[in-house]
């Protein structure tokens, strides 16, 4: 039902990776800041949105559009609309580190249908549809289905986290919940990208992931992900933007005696 528009978002995916991969350690990446000194923006963000923005309008006219660097545009009031993190770990990118995705997901009628999240410097493609199950193609191997670790005991789990853009000059920070929780796991990685956090617990290669303060394009399409992938993400906080708490359930609960 949705492999027409799975089909869309993953060519629009690719083609914005390939920009990214002609940027990506280039050194001319017209960096600038946005909210704060920490939240950062390339131009390689910005064409990457535009390229997106204009194959979604050349090919479905009557749908909108919410991108992190130019907002909500296209048909108001449509059914469907699009979701887009153009440039997913930009802080990474402009680093010149390699884990950074770009993130489109599509919703009909508030509920999200098709999610995809490709990783280019890995050639990592992470696709699901709603009703149809979470896939990963990778470079050089069969695609695979995915599905999120069984892991219930924290003592072995390996979780990741983030941290807020205004983590200077607001005290909830999320670092409480590291000091509670850094004991009693068996690790804690911070990516550096959430969409590919997302996809890391859908593989079973994370088991669990949170994070404060994050925006709709970060997580939509890994939502989605995850969700057909066995695994839930659910609403952490309801007073510090998008907060949310990922993994299987079992797991998901033993998280949440430590992180709030």
Not at 8 to 14: F, I
Request: proline fraction near 3%; glycine fraction near 12%.
């Amino acid at each position: 039902m949705y492999e027409e528009y799975l089909e869309a978002a993953v060519a629009m995916a690719r083609e914005a990776g390939t920009i990214q991969l002609r940027g990506f350690r280039s050194g001319d990446l017209g960096v600038e800041t946005k909210s704060n000194l920490y939240d950062v923006v390339t131009h390689i963000d910005k064409e990457c949105e535009a390229l997106i923005a204009r194959r979604i309008a050349e090919r479905f006219p009557d749908h909108s559009l919410l991108g992190e660097e130019g907002g909500e545009r296209g048909a108001a009031g449509s059914e469907w609309r699009w979701v887009v993190d153009p440039l997913d770990g930009t802080t990474n990118y402009s680093q010149g580190l390699p884990v950074f995705a770009v993130s489109i997901a599509l919703q009909h009628r508030g509920q999200t249908v098709v999610g995809v999240i490709y990783a280019p410097w890995l050639d990592e493609l992470y696709t699901a549809v709603k009703g149809g199950g979470a896939r990963l193609v990778q470079r050089g191997a069969e695609p695979r289905t995915l599905r999120v670790g069984s892991k219930s005991d924290l003592g072995t789990a390996v979780l990741a986290t983030g941290f807020p853009y205004d983590k200077a000059s607001n005290a909830d920070n999320n670092l409480d919940n590291v000091t509670r929780t850094l004991t009693r796991i068996r690790g804690l990685r911070r990516m550096g990208s959430a969409a590919y956090d997302l996809c890391c617990v859908a593989a079973g290669w994370i088991d669990g992931y949170w994070e404060l303060a994050l925006h709709e394009w970060d997580v939509c399409a890994g939502e989605l992900i995850v969700g057909e992938a066995g695994g839930r993400v659910e609403p952490l906080r309801t007073d510090r933007g998008v907060s949310i708490i990922a993994g299987n359930p079992e797991l998901i609960a033993a998280m949440r005696q430590y992180i709030r």
